[in-house]
């Protein structure tokens, strides 16, 4: 494919803070750190992974709840290029800066201390609505939460497609059993369907078991150009593929999201990903999902073509989507159970089941990793691979 951005780049070091540790001392009324301390945190950790000088790194993508310039003083880095971007944007806008010549090893570094410093998802003061309208639009009529979308979003697509309850719940099961052999997962006790549907509705049809969790924490990945990451010492994980396609027409009236459940979107992507990896959704071995809610997963499965659509319901059933059986999906607990950071652990999980590193929860032979995302309209999509 013509400026092609497979093999490029790859990870050649992952990092995170101390979730479990953290979570604990938050819930005892601490706070360890703050987004800058929890970011620090993983880039130290990403940079020992790595086996490469901190004066290698010339390029720097920081999440939203930090400042770029600030961050790059404080790990001591006086990089020649660099940003601002969500998880997914910052690994394809490092693949870019690679191909571009902008810079030959990006560190990407995300901090948040959004549940000690009790940031606000809902309600009046609801985080986000500057960037994204869709977040507030309909705040004049009280409806703020996230959840509330969401549920909205879920009894529509139940309806229409037919989805069941117990057949969602099997999506809060099978990250469960993922977590309950991860430990770095902060909810590790596995739950059956039958503990998912007695479960209180938060906003139904939505249960507590298909929320995200909320809490701080730190994630950092740096990625090398192929050729410098091959010389780095040890063996790199490479982007094979990434795609991304945006819905904006109705955008801030969440008309994407209602609608058509982001399907025209996840489609298109699926084209480009999958073309650019000269892959296919039969080659993949684990899956990762963006989770603020458990519905983004059936969303994702019919629109990557995993099942036909409206056949989510019945390939979590039936096929499978947990590391007992069929497709392993958020194969470390994903948002659900292990940590909230914003996709940003999806991506480190991904880096860990190709490079082996999976311990209890590893996916046997695991050689290619999908990462979808699919927020505010954007669809965006990952293919790392050994």
Sequence with gaps: MTGSLSGVASVIGIGQSDWVGDHKRVRAGERPHDSYGYGAQAFLSALA???????????????????????????????????????????????????????????????????SAQVNYGGPDAQGGGAFLAYVYHAPWGFTSQGAL????????????????AELGEVAVAQRLAASRNPRALMRKPITVEDYLASPFI??????????????????????????????GRAPVAIKGVGRYDLNRGATSLEPRLLDYYLPAQQAVAAQVFEMASLGPKDMDALQIYDSFSLHIPLALEGYGYCPVGGAG????????????????????????????????HQIEAVRQVRGEAGDHQVEGCRHVHYSSDVAGKAISIIYGA
């Design 314 to 345: 019945q390939f979590m059933r039936e096929t499978g989507i947990s590391l007992a059986k069929g497709l392993p999906v958020n194969t470390s607990g994903g948002h659900l159970s292990e940590s909230y950071m914003q996709g940003w652990n």
């Design 203 to 232: 906003c139904e049809p939505l249960h507590l078991f298909d929320y995200c969790l909320i809490n701080d924490g730190g994630v950092a990945l740096i990625i090398a150009e192929a050729g410098k990451a091959r010389r780095a």
């Design 150 to 165: 969401y549920a909205m979003m879920a009894r529509r697509y139940m309806h229409e497609r037919g989805l069941t309850q």
């Design 49 to 115: 992974d790595s086996g490469i000088a901190r004066d290698e790194i010339d390029g720097l993508i920081v999440g939203p709840t930090t400042a770029y310039e600030r961050v790059g003083e404080l790990l001591g880095l006086n990089v020649r290029w660099g940003g601002q971007a969500d998880a997914m944007t910052a690994v394809m806008e490092a693949c870019m800066a690679i191909r571009a010549g902008l810079a030959s090893v990006v560190a990407l570094v995300y901090g948040n201390d959004q549940r």
